[in-house]
């Protein structure tokens, strides 16, 4: 019974021996966590692939292991300066979220470094960013085309880097801004074209209002000139009306239209405060000594 216990115990130590070596990639037995991928090198060439998690088998010492991650990996690349295709230069950073796809391909492509994966995918987004930024505009960069801009560099560091084994998942740009002498070349920009849009929105309103003000004096002149007109035939005819109704009375009784009118010359020339020196017999007066003979109209001035 001990010596039964004892092998087992010796059992058990050499399997937690083998899978506690497996975990370091050493002993026959390899051990694949979650996100994790490996790869088994026989004399440096690769014979075996796991992505899976689970146990496996290999030739100890004359194998070698080697791990990637299978996650999600973040890349940030540093800030540089793009001219864009209105001869603008603005600043631009960005990420790209990238993943082993292949561990076969990626070490033969990059002999399962790293460090030098990434140098390469940053120099393949930052190519692609200047392409894409480059034919475009400030406005596009900014706010009109950007969702297709990252798009479109998406798509190409994708198709470039797959044959490496390495999945492109997405590139996003982190800033767009100008530098300090851009900047000020965009601001005296704007401060001049509005200057130059207020010039014309003046120049517009001054000639607006000419035309106003000459529209109003022509109707101003033509209301007069109708009113003159209008004014003009209305006296012609009220002195046309009068004459007639003068002739009228004078035809109707002679002598009560002399002496009417002999009354208006009175008093239409003796005033308050009027001084008239006369002889009695003037024929101004005449009306006055008789009122059955008026005064002719010679004498009523």
Known sequence: MRRLLMVLLV??????ALVWAGSLNLGPVLITREGEQKMVLFFGNPVAVRTEPGLWWRLPLLTEVL????????LNSPASEIQTRDQE??????????????????YRAFRGDVARAERRINDVIRADVREEIGQRTIPEVLTEARDEIV??????????????????????????ELPGKTLEN??????????RQARK??????????????????????????ARRDSERMRGE?????????????????????????LEAYRK??????????????????????PGVPARSGGER
């Open 201 to 226: 929105n003046r120049a517009e309103g001054d000639e607006e209002g000419r035309r106003i003000r000459a529209e109003a004096d022509r109707d101003a002149r033509i209301t007069v000139a109708e």
């Open 186 to 195: 965009v601001y005296a920009r704007m401060v001049t074209e509005r200057e």
């Open 238 to 262: 009220g002195d046309a009306l009068a004459a007639g109704i003068y002739a009228e009375a004078y035809d109707a009784d002679p002598e009560f239209y002399a002496f009417v009118r002999s």
């Open 11 to 16: 059992g058990l130590a050499a399997v937690s």
């Open 269 to 290: 020339t003796i005033g308050e405060g009027t001084t008239i020196v006369l002889p009695p017999s003037s024929e101004f007066f005449r009306a006055f000594q008789d």
């Open 89 to 106: 230069r603005i600043v631009v950073d960005n990420y790209v979220a990238w993943r082993i796809r292949d561990p076969e391909a990626f």
């Open 151 to 176: 798009s479109a560099i998406a798509a190409d560091s994708r198709a470039e880097l797959e044959p490496a084994g390495i999945s492109v998942r997405d590139v996003r740009i982190n800033r767009t």
């Open 67 to 74: 791990t990637f991650d299978s996650r999600l990996l973040y």
